[in-house]
């Protein structure tokens, strides 16, 4: 499992690492978002949907029919539209509404 975070995207807010529940990311010496421990990175996604800037994807490896495709989120106070974006730049959007997503 693993992450990649877009420095041109990330403002520094530090989000991503009050959530990470692993402790594995950090602001470096520039102000951006980076991970501490890639390989230590499980795949919780809480990092994603915490980021309001959607500057973190998240990489679907090969174990699970990824073949080069990053899934990354786009939050608002009611939705979480989570996007998959193939290697060949094709993407599939799938809206989830926050009020009801826990109950299933
Ligand atoms: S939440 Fe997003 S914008 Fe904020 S520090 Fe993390 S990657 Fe950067
Ligand atoms: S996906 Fe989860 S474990 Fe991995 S860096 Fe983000 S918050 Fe931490």
Not at 2 to 29: E, F, H, K
Not at 46 to 61: D, E, Q, S, T, V
Not at 64 to 92: I, P, Y
Request: net charge positive; proline share 2%.
């Amino acid at each position: 499992m693993s992450i990649s975070i877009d420095r041109n995207r990330c403002t520094g807010c530090g989000a991503c690492n009050r959530v990470c529940p692993g402790n594995l990311l950090a602001l470096d010496a520039e102000g951006r978002a980076k991970s501490r421990s890639p390989r230590d990175c499980w795949g919780c996604t809480a990092c994603l949907k915490a980021c309001r800037f959607g500057a973190i994807a998240y990489f679907l490896g090969a174990d699970m029919g990824g073949r080069g495709t990053t899934l990354s989120v786009a939050s608002t106070e009611t939705e979480h539209a989570w996007t998959f974006t193939r290697a060949d730049g094709g993407t599939r959007t799938i809206v989830i509404d926050r009020r009801t997503a826990n109950n299933y």
